[in-house]
């Protein structure tokens, strides 16, 4: 078994102030990680609550286990993508549960891999959640053309320098592992502030070859069916794009529908089925930063179902 590394769950004090775990809470980590926010759900809901942690990769779940150990029972581990959230969830009697919670970045021993999470580390170009299935970076990257490729960089990276990227990708192929295609990249552009060159490019490709955005759509509206009424709902976002998703859906189900006269034939009205907790995004403050850089880019927002 791989060793973990020491994971620093990211705004832990704002999540849980967010959530209010009570003894005997129902609650669910749709990304278990590093099991930071796992462990503490669990401690704040003592002696009773339950908590039920999913995770898309395996080797989270094998890591995590060990230090769950004490709490027997009142823990659930399950290898699955949070985009199946509701048949896991409903197969193991988690319904009108007190809290989700979705920690959208990845875990320190993600980073430290040698699945190319973190290109600095070298290892191998794959990128995938769970490596049991599914295309890799490196598939990507050596088959897509460049004007796909550049396509995707733009989409998923928000990356201005993404033609230029991908002719420099092409050129380059066959691309070996992650710490070849950060010297590409690096060797195509000039670094910009403290981003390394090639930051950008390595999200779009993580985010396209999970399918990130959409399983985050899926999850959410699956999230809310699972909550009682009065149950919360936090989400942790680490860029623009995610972000985006969350903070539209929330608003647009924290409104009511009303039908107008010039309504089209059919339309239906509705109430509001979120209430708004974070108006405006939690982000962490200085200290936090300093004591965890990872957390810069951290934006937490919280509804409660109505």
Known sequence: MTEMTQHVPVLLYQV???LDPQPGGRYIDCTLGGAGHTTA?????????????LDADPTAIEQARPRLLS?????????????????????????????????????SDQLASERGFGFQRGGTLDMRFDPTHGQTAADVVNTLDADALADLIFKYGEEPASRRIARAIAAARPIRSADH????????????????????????????????????????????SL?????RLAVIAFHSLEDRIVKEF?????RAVTVQPDSPPGSIGREPTLRLITPKPIVPNKEEVVRNPRARSAKLRIVEKR
Do not use: C, M
């Open 71 to 107: 709490y027997g029972q009142r823990v659930s581990l399950v290898h699955s993508n949070f985009a199946q959230l509701e048949e896991v969830a409903r197969a193991r009697g988690f319904e009108n549960v007190d809290g989700v919670l979705l920690d959208l970045g990845l875990s």
């Open 16 to 18: 849980l102030n967010g």
């Open 227 to 231: 909550l009682r009424p009065g149950g």
């Open 41 to 53: 759900l669990l401690d704040r809901s003592a002696p009773h609550g339950s908590v039920l942690a």
């Open 181 to 224: 295609l950060a010297r590409v990249i690096a060797e195509a552009v000039r670094r910009r502030g403290r981003l390394h060159p090639a930051t950008l490019t390595f999200q779009a490709l993580r985010i396209a070859v999970n399918d990130e955005l959409g399983a985050l759509l899926k999850v959410l509206p699956q999230a809310i």
């Open 250 to 254: 929330f608003r647009r189900e924290s």
